[in-house]
């Protein structure tokens, strides 16, 4: 079954209440958090307060994505504030670093995630294939809502469904990144399990839950 994570990057946070309400009345199972430093990626965007917040409106999976510098000074700040899910980039420290990051999380009762820049060969995420309960594709440069798919992320999708088939791994396959009803189609052909969508959800002319509706 696909899971649905809007991204509240482009949540318009002058009608909080009513978009939020129309999130919990929808099929979306997660909340997607884009957080960037400015350093990582180009932009600035939530810290943990934010994250408290949402936390306290709704049930649903706080998804958080990383994309900062130091996610393993920063990650416990996020669990704090009411993460379920912790995605960081593999480019962003050492496999050795990374792999005790995921342990500690675990043990924090958290589930954790990994993902990598468009441009970054998806075989630099095998060492970390049999420690994650989550992998993130990325399908647009991490950094702004509301870009072009890259068609061309769905070869690392289709890897990562064939690696986890033969390995016997329990890993979801989550992609980000333009997002629609007919870019849905084919993500999920190629494998995802999970499909983060910002715009179309939140700009969507019939609202958020159909929007939501319209791909499952």
């Known amino acids: ?30 909340l997607h958090f884009d957080v960037m430093d400015g350093h990582f990626v180009p932009n600035l965007t939530f810290g943990p307060d934010i994250l408290k917040a949402m936390d306290k409106m709704t049930d649903q999976v706080m998804d958080v994505h990383l994309m900062i510098t130091d996610p393993v000074k ?23 670093d990374g792999l005790k990051l995921c342990d500690h999380l675990h043990k924090k009762g958290v589930k954790v995630g990994v993902t990598l820049k468009p441009k970054t060969p998806v075989e630099a995420l095998l060492p970390y294939l049999d420690k994650v309960d989550m992998v993130l594709v990325m399908s647009v440069e991490p950094g702004f ?36 009803a007919n870019t849905a189609v084919l993500a999920k052909e190629a494998g995802c399990d999970i499909l983060v969508a910002g715009s179309y959800v939140f700009k969507h002319p019939k609202g958020i839950v159909e929007a939501v509706e319209s791909l499952l």
């Open 74 to 96: 920063y990650a416990d700040v996020f669990v704090k504030a009411g993460a379920d899910i912790i995605t960081f980039h593999q480019e962003a420290v050492s496999d050795e």
């Open 145 to 180: 809502g509301g870009q072009s798919f890259m068609a061309g992320m769905l070869d690392k999708v289709r890897f990562l469904k064939a690696c986890r088939e033969a390995n016997d791994l329990q890993y979801l396959i989550e992609i980000d990144g333009g997002i629609d």
């Open 1 to 30: 079954m696909t899971i649905i994570a809007p991204s509240v990057l482009s949540l318009d946070f002058t009608k909080l209440e009513e978009q939020m309400n129309a999130l919990k009345a929808s099929k979306a199972e997660y």
